[in-house]
């Protein structure tokens, strides 16, 4: 039976065309030049990643060798222990006795040239060496002990490979017949390979197997305190009242622009600026980590304030008409309020900026902290350096042997960044409130 209210529903067309790659104009060489433009991408990151991979893996190469140290375990006969006893441990002749005691090792060995080619052997401190480990053992007879001493830089490089052999049995600064000595200490087992503590203990020194990062760690520690502590106040206080207290204006905007262009100025600038302020019109002490840390402030403080005032203005406005509506004051609205809120983006900003000074060096060459410091620093008044011009100066060393010290130095450097950036990372997941 005929129903009026049925209409039959058209079914589709499936003979319709659709819309392809090559129905309109121009689709397939966007879609080309969309996969061109995804490929370069990837191309730029893998480059960059393999960059970075290289330039780690070639400075831990030829960094490794600076935290490994060879030492020579050397027996000192009971003659010789016996003259220690009779002139006192503490007033013994110790610079004698261990060349004596190298004499001993090796009986054969006559004339001057040979014996100062012999004393090399060990580092310049092998009297002290000496000294300290017969009084640590304080021996009440003259039986044979053993003392370890430091090679020298030389035998350390040889020992670890990092010299090439000549055909007339040299080996970098090392001739003939010191490497047939240090050949024939190897045989005996009188050679050591161990960790290198020194090197986070000792401070600078002339002789690369005796220099340390102690006085350079020291010194950046210093110097980063009192930038955090003056960058920090005086930036977060001024980005504050720039963004909640100061009327919008010609002249705010005047110093808005004037910041953010102060963040983009060369390093060095803000050395010449220590130098003519702390150093040339205060007089303050040349070197002192005091100076490093109000010139390293000046610089970070531009980044600091702008981190800040993002962070500020992350903070919805219905925070801020939430505490109005309490009845609080506009002070106790920023500081009770939106400040809290704020802080961790600050906080990030501010170990952004900490851990930039930390790698700065122009600064510091300007105001006088490339001075070879022999002391690890007690407080920000004493002379100082950082690791940055730790490494310029290694750097720049004619001792070959300086060069894995040099490449030690930037590991540690680029360890203490990551660790800065690890934190900063840490604490804006912790702390990062969505609105």
Same mark, same amino acid.
């Given at each position: ?109 006559? /004339? ?59 080996? /970098? ?26 090197? *986070? ?20 520690? *210093? ?27 010609? *002249? ?86 939106? *400040?809290?809120?704020?802080?961790? /983006? ?6 952004? /900026? ?82």
């Amino acid at each position: 039976m005929y129903n009026p209210m049925y209409k039959s529903e058209k079914k589709p067309d499936n003979t319709a065309s659709k819309l392809s790659t090559g129905s309109l104009p121009g689709v397939a060489k966007r879609h080309r030049s969309e996969r061109m433009f995804k490929a370069t991408g990837l191309i730029a990151i893998a480059g960059g990643l393999l960059f970075l991979l290289f330039v780690l893996v070639s400075i831990g190469i030829s960094g490794i060798g600076a935290f490994k140290k060879t030492y020579i375990n050397l027996p000192v006969p009971s003659t010789i222990m016996q003259q220690v006893l009779d002139s006192g441990i503490d007033d013994a002749d110790y610079y004698s006795l261990n060349r004596k005691a190298l004499r001993e090792r090796f009986p054969d060995i006559s /004339g001057r040239r040979d014996k100062r080619a012999l004393y090399r052997l060990v580092s310049a401190i092998a009297e002290f060496e000496m000294k300290d480990q017969v009084v640590e053992l304080a021996p009440t007879t003259n039986a044979p002990i053993t003392i370890k001493f430091t090679a020298s830089d030389d035998v350390d490089m040889y020992i670890k490979g990092t010299v090439d052999v000549a055909e007339s049995g040299a080996a /970098g600064r090392l001739n003939a017949k010191q490497v047939d000595l240090v050949n024939t200490l190897k045989q005996a087992g009188a050679i050591e390979v161990g960790f290198n503590w020194g090197f *986070f203990t000792n401070s600078d020194s002339r002789d690369p197997e005796l220099a340390g990062i102690k006085g350079a760690f020291m010194g950046s520690l *210093f110097t980063l305190l009192v930038c955090l502590v003056l960058s920090f106040v005086v930036g977060v206080m001024s980005a504050i009242y720039l963004e909640e207290f100061a009327r919008k204006n010609k *002249f705010t905007s005047f110093i808005e622009v004037n910041i953010n262009n102060l963040a983009a100025v060369p390093s060095i600038v803000y050395g010449l600026l220590g130098l003519a302020i702390f150093l040339g019109f205060f007089g303050m002490p040349r070197s002192a980590s005091l100076v490093g840390g109000l010139t390293l402030a000046l610089m970070t403080l531009p980044t600091i304030i702008i981190a800040s005032r993002i962070s500020l203005q992350s903070v919805p406005l219905s925070i801020r008409e939430a505490a109005y509506g309490l009845g609080a004051t506009q002070v106790q609205m920023v500081f009770h309020h939106v *400040f809290p809120l704020a802080l961790p /983006g600050m906080l990030t900003g501010t170990i952004i /900026g900490m851990a930039r000074a930390l790698g700065e060096t122009a600064p510091l060459l300007m105001i006088g902290m490339v001075a070879f410091i022999a002391d690890a620093p007690s407080n920000i008044m004493d002379p100082a350096t950082t690791l940055p011009v730790q490494v310029y100066l290694w750097a720049d060393s004619p001792e070959r042997a300086f060069m894995e010290k040099t490449s030690g130095a930037i590991l540690v450097l680029i360890a203490t960044l990551i660790a800065f950036n690890l934190v900063a990372v840490v604490l804006r997941k912790k702390f990062e409130k969505r609105w």
